[in-house]
């Protein structure tokens, strides 16, 4: 976990994602980059630009940010700042995919959990538009040791070499127990990637069934609150559950709603 990419928009939630960020950076030594995008739409017979004048603002509230996380950095840990003027999505995944960062971690915003994410925000458009991993963190959720970390599959198979690496790194890490679950979706269902324990690489983890006939959305939950999971981590294929899920078309009946952070795979 060497480089971590923080966007911010100078908001509470924003601030409440970098403190994840300063845990996990100096549990692993990273290096991490609070990014903020700016856009200006002009209008008719605006005689002065005003972008030197944002910029300058944005640089100013960077600099008190990048000031107090230093004194807060360890075990090699370390921060920069980075403004520029650009559409936020397609800037914070380009940055993130191009400059090989390891990990995305943004906050959301609302009281529904991580609902915000599976309704067309900019997080979802990250995640959907970037490769690197995204750790979403719901508004009001603070930031502590990860020690129960549930993966929720469903019966795709895993595709992408190496896709499971961050979690792998966040277990050993944090010396987590990892627990597999699976919610069972009739009788077709083909459970759990046979080559899930080739993917973990060994890292030792108890698959748990779910038969019961919640929604997925609220079994998961159910099991967060049951396991005392602190985080939960799912893969997003490009089909399948979770792509559903981030369909700007889905309810927010439907939208996801746990309140514990969510670290979000993209395999292919």
Known sequence: MKKILVPTDF?????????FAIG??????????????????????????????IKKDADGDLTSILAKAETQLMNGASIEGVVVKADAIEAIANKADKQGYDLIIMGTQGASGLAEVFMGSTTN????????????????????????????????????????NTLVSMVKAYEARLSVYHKVQGADDQGIDAALSYWLEGVEHANH??????????????FLEEYGGDLLCMIRHKRGFLASLFHQSVTRKEAFTSKVPLLILQDK
């Open 11 to 19: 908001s509470e939630h924003a601030e409440n994602a970098l403190s």
């Open 24 to 53: 996990i950076a100096n549990r692993f030594g990273s290096r991490i980059t609070l990014f903020h995008t700016y856009k200006v739409r002009s209008t008719a017979g605006m005689l002065v630009s005003i972008d030197r004048y």
């Open 125 to 164: 458009g990250v995640i959907r538009q970037s490769g690197t991993p995204v750790l979403a963190i719901p508004e009001g959720c603070q930031f502590k040791a990860f020690r129960s970390i549930v993966l929720a599959m469903d019966s795709k198979e895993i595709e992408s070499d190496g896709i499971l």
């Open 209 to 222: 069934f779910d038969f019961s006939e919640e929604n997925v959305n609220d079994s998961i939950t159910s």
